[in-house]
C-alpha cells in the first residue's frame, strides 16, 4: 500500500519540484511557459508568480500583449481587484488596438466594482467604478459585456442613493431634528430621482413635527407650519405610502397643538 501511495504521488511531487527549479531560476522563457500551461489549467496562483518574473524580460517582446493580459486575468481570479485594475489598464494604453482591449476594460470595472464596499463605508472605490463603467459605455454602448456593465453601475448608484439617505436619517435618529431636516432636504436635491425619496420626505416630516412639538414657545407657531408643510407634501406624493399611518397620528399631536395656539389668540 505505501508504494502503491509513494506511485501516485510521484507526479504531483515531480510537478511541485519542477515548478520551483524554475520559480526559483533565472530563465525567464521557461517561466512564462510554465505561467502559460499553469494559467490554462486555472492554477493562478502558480501562474502568476511566473508571470510576475518572466514580465521584465518579455516587455519589449512581441508576447509581452498575451503574457500582461494573462497576468492581469491571475490576479482578477485571485481577488487582487487593485493589482488587476492596475494591470489591465496597463495593458489598455500599452496595446489599444488589442483584440482584449474590450475585455480589458470590462474588468477594470469588475476590479473596482469588487472594491467597492457597501454603503455604509467609504465608497470612494465606487465612483471609480462608476468613472470606469461610464468610459467603457462610452466605449462599447452595444458591446457583450455592457449589459451587465449598466447593472454593475445601477447597483453602485444605488448605494451612493442608500448612504446619502442613511447618513442623513441618522440625524433623526439621534434626535438631531434641526440638522436632519437640512440633511434630507440636501439628499432630495443631491438625488432627486432616489427610491430613498418617499422615506426621505417621510422623515423630514417627523424630524419637523417632533421638532414643533417640543419647541420652545417663540418658536413654536412657525415650526408647527413647516411642520404641517411638509406633512402635505409628502400626502400629495405619496398617499398611498405604508408610513401614512405613523405620519397621520404624528400630524393629529400638531393639529391638536394648532388648537391649542388658537385658543390662546
Not at 470612494?124 to 466605449?139: D, I, P, V
Amino acid at each position: 500500500m505505501k508504494k502503491l501511495i509513494v506511485f501516485l504521488l510521484l507526479p504531483v511531487l515531480f510537478s511541485c519540484g519542477e515548478y520551483q527549479k524554475v520559480l526559483n531560476g533565472n530563465d525567464p522563457v521557461k517561466q512564462y511557459s510554465m505561467a502559460s500551461k499553469l494559467f490554462e489549467k486555472g492554477k493562478y496562483a502558480r501562474a502568476e508568480k511566473l508571470f510576475a518574473l518572466a514580465e521584465p524580460y518579455y516587455k519589449d517582446k512581441p508576447q509581452y500583449e498575451r503574457l500582461l493580459f494573462r497576468h492581469a486575468l491571475s490576479l482578477f481570479k485571485l481577488k487582487q481587484y487593485f493589482s488587476a485594475g492596475y494591470k489591465f489598464r496597463r495593458f489598455t494604453v500599452l496595446f489599444p488596438n488589442s483584440s482584449k482591449r474590450e475585455e480589458a476594460e470590462y474588468y477594470i470595472v469588475k476590479s473596482y466594482y469588487h472594491l467597492t464596499p457597501e454603503y455604509y463605508r467609504d465608497l470612494t472605490y465606487g465612483e471609480k467604478t462608476l468613472e470606469e463603467a461610464e468610459r467603457f459605455l462610452s466605449m462599447y454602448p452595444e458591446g457583450k459585456f455592457s449589459k451587465e456593465i449598466k447593472e454593475i453601475s445601477a447597483e453602485i448608484i444605488h448605494r451612493f442613493h442608500r448612504k446619502g439617505f442613511e447618513d442623513a436619517k441618522l440625524y433623526y435618529d439621534l434626535g438631531y431634528f434641526k440638522s436632519a431636516i437640512k440633511a434630507l432636504n440636501n439628499f432630495m436635491s443631491e438625488y432627486p430621482g432616489s427610491p430613498y425619496r418617499e422615506q426621505a420626505m417621510f422623515f423630514r416630516f417627523m424630524a419637523a413635527a417632533d421638532l414643533a412639538l417640543n419647541s420652545v414657545e417663540s418658536k413654536q407657531d412657525e415650526r408647527l407650519k413647516k411642520a404641517l408643510e411638509y406633512y402635505e407634501k409628502f400626502i400629495k406624493f405619496y398617499p398611498q405610502s405604508k408610513w401614512k399611518n405613523k405620519a397621520e397620528q404624528k400630524k393629529q399631536k400638531l393639529d391638536k397643538l394648532n388648537q391649542q395656539e388658537i385658543a390662546k389668540k
